[in-house]
C-alpha cells in the first residue's frame, strides 16, 4: 500500500517562473493538504483540498493555487517564483479533513535562484 | 503564523534517558497532534489527544494535554539513538479546518 507520494524531488528554477509540484494521496484518502517548509521552521498550511475544491487557505498570495482530480491527486502551482518561496513543501493526505493523523510525503526541495 | 510553540527549541541527552518536549498554543482547539521528522524527510503522526483527554500512550510516548494552561508536553521514555529528530505539535482549531505547527524541538540522543 503505497504512501502518500510527491514529484519531483528537487527542482531548481529562477525568480519570475511558474512550477508544478504533483501529490498522490494515500490509497483510501480524499483530502490533500500542502504545506510549506522554510528551513529550521515547522510547516506552514498552505490549502486543503476536499472534494476537488479548496476547503481552507493559510495565509499565502494568490500566486499559490491548486488544483485536486477526481483521483484525489492534487497539484500545487506557484507563479511568479520569488527567492523566498524556496522551501520544502509537503503534501499530506487524510480522510475527511485534519481531525484524523495526517500522512505526509516526503516532499518536494524547492530552490529558488 | 504559528501557534504552537515548542520548548526547548534544541535538546541533546544520552541514550536510554528520558526526554520532555513542551508545547503551548493560544486558541481553543479540537485535537493537538505530535509529529517527527528525520532530517530531510516528510513528517511521522507519532499521536493525537482530543481536547477532553489528558493524558494518553503509545509505546515508549506519553502526551499530556492540559486545555486550561493550553499547553501539552510529549515524554519518550528509554530513548534510543534512532529517535534522534525533529519534534511538532500541531493544533486543529476550532472553526478552521487547518493543522496549525510550532516550530519544532530538535532532539539529539547521543550513543
Known amino acids: 500500500d503505497a504512501g502518500v507520494t510527491q514529484s519531483p524531488t528537487h527542482l531548481i528554477k529562477t525568480r519570475g517562473q511558474q512550477v508544478t509540484l504533483r501529490c498522490s494521496p494515500k490509497s483510501g484518502h480524499d483530502t490533500v493538504s500542502w504545506y510549506q517548509q522554510a528551513l529550521g521552521q515547522g510547516p506552514q498550511f498552505i490549502f486543503q483540498y476536499y472534494e476537488e475544491e479548496e476547503r481552507q487557505r493559510g495565509n499565502f498570495p494568490d500566486r499559490f493555487s491548486g488544483h485536486q482530480f477526481p483521483n484525489y491527486s492534487s497539484e500545487l502551482n506557484v507563479n511568479a517564483l520569488l527567492l523566498g518561496d524556496s522551501a520544502l513543501y509537503l503534501c499530506?493526505?487524510?480522510?475527511?479533513?485534519?481531525?484524523?493523523?495526517?500522512?505526509f510525503g516526503d516532499g518536494t526541495r524547492l530552490s529558488i535562484l | 503564523s504559528q501557534q504552537g510553540e515548542e520548548d526547548p527549541q534544541a535538546l541533546s541527552i544520552q541514550e536510554g534517558e528520558n526526554a520532555t518536549m513542551n508545547c503551548s498554543y493560544k486558541?481553543?482547539?479540537?485535537?493537538l497532534q505530535w509529529y517527527r521528522q528525520n532530517s530531510g524527510r516528510g513528517l511521522v503522526h507519532l499521536i493525537l489527544?482530543?481536547?477532553?483527554?489528558r493524558e494518553k500512550h503509545s509505546g515508549r510516548l506519553r502526551v499530556t494535554l492540559d486545555t486550561s494552561k493550553k499547553s501539552s508536553s510529549l515524554l519518550i521514555t528509554a530513548s534510543r539513538a534512532a529517535d534522534t529528530a525533529s519534534y511538532f505539535c500541531a493544533t486543529d482549531e476550532r472553526g478552521a479546518q487547518k493543522l496549525v505547527f510550532g516550530q519544532g524541538t530538535r532532539l539529539t540522543i547521543n550513543p
Open positions: 499530506a493526505s487524510s480522510l475527511e479533513g485534519i481531525r484524523q493523523p495526517q500522512h
Open positions: 489527544i482530543r481536547s477532553n483527554e
Open positions: 486558541t481553543s482547539i479540537n485535537n
